[in-house]
Each structure stands twice: as C-alpha cells, then as structure tokens.
C-alpha cells in the first residue's frame, strides 16, 4: 500500500508524464504540418494518384485474401477440434470397456481436453 506521500509523488510524476507527453504531440503535430506545407511535396500529380490507386487496389485485394486465409485457418481448427473430440471420445469408451495403456501423447490430449 502506498502513503499519502508516495501517492502524491506519483501523481505528480504521472501529471509531468502527461505533460510531456502532450508536448511531444503537438511537436509531431508541428512536424506534420510543415511537411504538408512544403513545396517538395507535390500531391496533385497525376503519377501519385495513379500511384495511391495501385496501392489501394493491391490493399483490397491483399484483404481480401487475408480474409480468404483467416477462414481457410478456422475451418481446419474446428476440423482438428473435432477429430480430437472424437479420438477423446473413443478413448474414453476403450477405457470404459477395458483399461488400456495410453501412450504420453494420448494421456497428454486426454489432460488437454478435458
């Protein structure tokens, strides 16, 4: 638990945390400006634009295949779910019938899903 004391000097430590914090915002802020500002920086031609529409389509359609990907992966983690599912169940009905010897990795899965 803290004191009186260790929790003000904390608290100051925090607001002078924040504060520096809010100043290192407004210099990026600043930063950001003056390179908008700049004349080197030409964002009306054409050749950016056509540039910025490559880079969009190829971002859509690498989304679009990484969505294709993320459910490819959670079709074969509900095949792999089940198939444990019925090697756990199988187990568990061979036990029932009779014991048997598991190896390490079959006790190790039954741990896992019960």
């Given at each position: 638990?803290?004191?009186?004391?260790?929790?003000r000097?904390k608290?100051?430590?925090?607001?002078?945390?924040?504060g520096?914090l809010h100043?290192e915002i407004?210099?990026?802020k600043?930063?950001r400006?003056?390179?908008?500002?700049?004349?080197?920086?030409s964002s009306d031609?054409s050749?950016?634009i056509?540039?910025?529409?490559?880079?969009l389509d190829?971002?859509?359609?690498?989304?679009?295949?990484n969505q294709?990907?993320e459910?490819?992966?959670?079709a074969?983690?509900?095949?792999v779910?089940t198939?444990?599912?019925?090697y756990?169940s199988?187990i568990?009905?061979r036990?029932?019938r009779?014991p048997?010897?598991?190896t390490f990795?079959?006790?190790?899965l039954v741990?896992?899903l019960?």
């Open positions: 638990m803290y004191s009186g004391d260790e929790l000097q608290i100051e430590t925090e607001q002078s945390e924040i520096r100043q407004a210099e990026l600043s930063i400006e003056d390179l908008y500002d700049s004349d080197e920086i031609s050749e950016d056509e540039d910025e529409d490559d880079l190829m971002l859509k359609e690498l989304t679009l295949k294709q990907l459910a490819c992966c959670l074969v983690i509900l095949i779910i198939v444990l599912k019925l756990l199988s568990k009905e036990m029932k009779k048997i010897f598991l990795e079959s006790l190790y741990t896992l019960m």
